[in-house]
């Protein structure tokens, strides 16, 4: 981590702050398209890496400020940060979740992309603080597994941001429960991360309404990791 905090976005990084600022702005409309939050709740980051710099030393994120609406969202708007969350461009303060992204940014060298909302069906498994069991073609498709849940963590620090690695590190699941808080999601850039969250949702809303007529059959563990390599390596165009 740097022990001097960048000022200022590099020359060589500013083309792809700039468009990782088109980017996120965008994606941050993907949120209450599919009902994941509500009021301001929520938040999409993306990191933009220097390759210049070794490991993640100057990457930087771009997410959006504390409080915006929705309908007030613009590229403009967003606000960059190091990965110790301090402000390095924009006028606005960072939303109050950046400490925990930092953190999932300088732990985890392979995320490009986090999302955080209080979905209902995802938020309300986190209150149970229980994990959503691999009940689902499309659970063992996206998350290759059940999504785990988090520890309890207080926002305002990097508490929560070492939650998210600690249970998402080693684990297939792009997707985890911070108990209490609601889902946090993970991706090899925003984009992949939003769909994430987007079928966090929807398994967390299916496996409730399953077991509200009876207890749900598990998938074998070998069809599991079929399923998950399928998804991952053969689905869509190539």
Same mark, same amino acid.
């Given at each position: !981590?740097? *022990?001097? /905090?960048?000022?200022?976005? /590099? ?20 949120? +209450? ?6 009021w301001t709740a ?11 710099? /070794? ?22 708007? !967003? ?9 390095? @461009? ?17 732990? !985890? ?7 955080? *909302? ?12 229980e994990e959503i069991?691999?009940?689902? *073609?499309? !659970? ?5 597994? +059940?999504?785990?849940?988090? /520890? ?13 690695? @600690? ?47 009876? @207890?749900?059959? +598990? ?19 190539r």
């Open positions: !981590m740097p *022990t001097t /905090p960048i000022t200022a976005v /590099p020359a060589h990084l500013r083309t792809a702050v700039d468009a990782a600022k088109v980017k996120v702005a965008a994606l941050h409309a993907e949120l +209450p398209r599919w009902e994941l939050v509500v929520g938040n999409v980051s993306e990191r933009v890496a220097d390759a210049q710099v /070794p490991g993640t030393d100057g990457d930087l994120l771009v997410i959006k400020p504390s409080g915006l609406s929705y309908d007030d969202i613009t590229a403009d708007a !967003m606000v960059v940060c190091d990965l110790d969350g301090n402000l390095v @461009e924009g006028d606005r303060a960072p939303s109050s979740d950046t400490a925990a992204h930092a953190y999932v940014y300088a732990h !985890m060298p392979e995320v490009g992309g986090v999302v955080h *909302t209080h979905s209902t069906y995802a938020t309300a498994w986190a209150a149970r603080g069991p691999c009940v689902l *073609t499309m !659970m063992a498709d996206e998350f290759g597994g +059940p999504v785990p849940v988090g /520890p309890f963590a207080i926002i305002g620090d990097d508490s929560i941001g070492r939650g998210i690695v @600690e249970t998402l590190r080693g684990s297939r699941s792009r997707a985890v429960l911070m108990q209490n808080h609601g889902p946090f999601t993970i991706g090899a850039d925003a984009k992949a991360a939003v769909k994430a969250a987007v079928l966090c949702e929807e398994v967390a809303r299916a496996v409730h309404v399953a077991r509200q007529l009876g @207890e749900p059959l +598990p998938i074998a563990q070998e069809h599991v990791d079929s399923l998950y390599d399928r998804y991952q390596n053969v689905y869509g165009q």
